[in-house]
Structures are given as C-alpha cells and as structure tokens.
C-alpha cells in the first residue's frame, strides 16, 4: 500500500540538487568497462613509503578516534608544510582542523560560517560540489562567469559583490580548467573581500600540480586575508590517496572554532590511522613534490598533443590535471550524449561539461578529461580515441 503523503518526504534542499555527474560517470565507466577519464583519481598506486605507514599504524594501534579537529602530530605535520610551502603561519592547537577530505572541509566551513540570506560566490565553471554545499548551508549560491582563457573577469566578480556576499570560493590551481591564478588575480579577490567584509575560502587541492615553472599563491599571504581566509587543502591529490579522505582547513580561531564545531558533530573525526600516515607523507622531501609535477606535466603534454591532433579545442593547463575540451569539430550532439557515446561506444569516460555550470547550456560543447592516471592508460585512451574519431575532425 502507498502511503499519501501531504507534506514533502524529504528536504526540499535535496531534491533541488541533483546527483554527481562526475561520480555518475565512474559508474557508467564501470558498467562498460571504459577508461575512466572522467573522475580525477589516479588510477596508479600510492608511494609504497606512504602505503607503509598506514599499515603500520593500524600496526601501532591508532585504531580508536582521534582528537575530533585532528591527531596532535598531522596537525603539527600540516602546520609545518603551510609554514615552508604556502608562507601561511598558524598554530596547529588553534588554526588548523583535520576533516574527512577537502570535500567535508569545504560543507563544514560554508555551514559554519554562512546563513540563510548570505550569498556565496564561486567562480564558474566550478566543480561540482560548491553549489550544493552552499544550498545544503541553507546560502544562496552566486555563479560568477570567468573571464578568457579562465583569468578572473574583475567586472563580473565586482558587480556580483554585495552586502549579502558571505563567502568567495577560490579554487587555484583550477578544476575543470587547469587555470592558476596569478598573485594580480588574487589581490583583486583580497581587496573586495576586505572592501566588503567577505570571507575568501580556498581550495588549493591542486597546490602541488604546477607546470613550466609556475608558483602557487595561497590568498591568504596577501596583506591582511590571513584574518578572512579560510585554506583548504589535503592528501588525496599530492599524494595519490583521494580514498583515505584526509583534508584540512587552516583558519584564524574565531573561524576555526565555528568550523570544528560542525566538523565534530558532522563526523567526529577523520580516520585515525590515515591520519598518522597522513603526518608521515605531509614530511616527506621537497624532492617529492617537484617529482610529482614533473610527472603531471609529462602527462599533460602527451594529452595536450593527442588531444589537438584528434580535433578537441582547449585552454592548456597551467596546473591541476584536467583538460575542459571543446568538442565542437568532432559532433554536433550536446555534451552528455557525446559523453555517454565517448563512454559506452569509444571506451574513454569523460565529464559532460554542463555539470561545471549553474546554467548547463554553457558547457553543452565541451567534456572534461582528466589525466591523473597512468601513461599507459593515456596511451590506450588517445589510441582509441583517435580510431574512433579518425576522419571526423
Ligand atoms: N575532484 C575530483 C574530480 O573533480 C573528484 C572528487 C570526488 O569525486 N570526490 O573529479
């Protein structure tokens, strides 16, 4: 027997959001048995070393909760890198929280720190989960458009701020576009969020994925937007662990109390072994991190080329590792029937570009890739790739 219902079953917040597309494609990518493309993990292993000592606290029994903002020893571990790398001082008692990912990062602080009636701007495309972490806050989202070639569009960004504006989120290096903000960039965001009392919220996941010599600029070194700057970032990207959901956010206290607040009664804490394990790769050798870009950029080289010659059209990445590509010449279908038929009949996964996008038409010509994955998966993709689109372009 159905039941009538008079009221809604359920919130109202959750049937305005729609499912991941990203994640809806790693299922189909499944079902078909394509390359996935579309979701950005690495489909490669994680540093032995790395792996090691993960097993060996589990071993050394941290195997109860942790301290609910973070083990004492990843937070003294993330303070000393934001120290070195970002140029971002803080104290690991007072500035910094260990969550479940940059991903519960990013819900916890937009709950902590917005309302109903604040709004929240996001520079578009973005990825996918900041719409909805904003509506689940209870906020309201403002989708900024970037500019050319993904640089900061300084009309648009000042025209969307407002009394209402809360909260600024700044994605560098950038997802979908491999765009990195320059240090002029930033400081246009810094001055507005101090003109208007916002807070800028970062996730700079991508930190350590740069090319051709660039620097990576945290917003919260400029003048004064340590004191309104929330940092996120975490271990699943730089150190190939996006499954041990690992992230941080590195704040003054005011914030930082707000946000472990809603972290604790959120999720309590992050795994506590991947949290040990977490300290030990937060210190390994600077060595590390430049191997790792070198490795990336190697990769978005041979994308870059494979992808050009098979017809995709596309901004080259300046850092991250995705390509947002343009598929124009290649068919005339919208983004997710291209995708579905990449997917299903081709055998690469990619991201319909319109999930980047409050208004979906915008990214009807274009698909996203991402190349965190193995030379020889890249190698295998490009190859089927261009069987299948040979003669199209
Ligand atoms: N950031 C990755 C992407 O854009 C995946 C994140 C996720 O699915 N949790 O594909």
Known sequence: MKAKHSRPLVSPKTTSLSESVIREMTRLADRHGALNLAQGFPDFAAPAKIKAAAVKAIEQDYNQYAVTWGSPNLRRAISEKAEWF???HSDPDKNVTVTCGSTE???????ALADAGDEVIMFEPAYENYIPSTILAGATPKPVPLGPEF??????LKAAFN???????????????GKVLTRDELQVVADLCEDYEAVAVTDEIYEHILYDGREHVSLATLGSMADRTVTISGISKTYTATGWMVGYTIAQQTLTNAIRKVHDYMTVCAPAPMQEASAFALRLPKSFYSNLAKSYQKKRDFMVEGLGDIGF????????????????????????KFATSMTIDCGVAVVPGSSFYSDGRKGRRQVRFSYSKKDSTLEEA????SRYFSGKA
């Open 86 to 88: 970002n140029g971002i």
């Open 105 to 111: 990062a990013m819900m916890a602080t937009v709950m």
């Open 151 to 156: 640089g900061l569009d300084e009309e648009a």
């Open 163 to 177: 009394r209402r504006t809360k909260l600024v989120i700044v994605n560098t290096p950038h997802n979908p576009s």
């Open 313 to 336: 059209e596309f901004f080259e990445p300046e850092g991250a590792y995705y390509i947002l590509a343009d598929f124009g010449r290649l068919s005339r279908s919208d983004d997710t």
């Open 382 to 385: 490009v190859a089927k790739m």
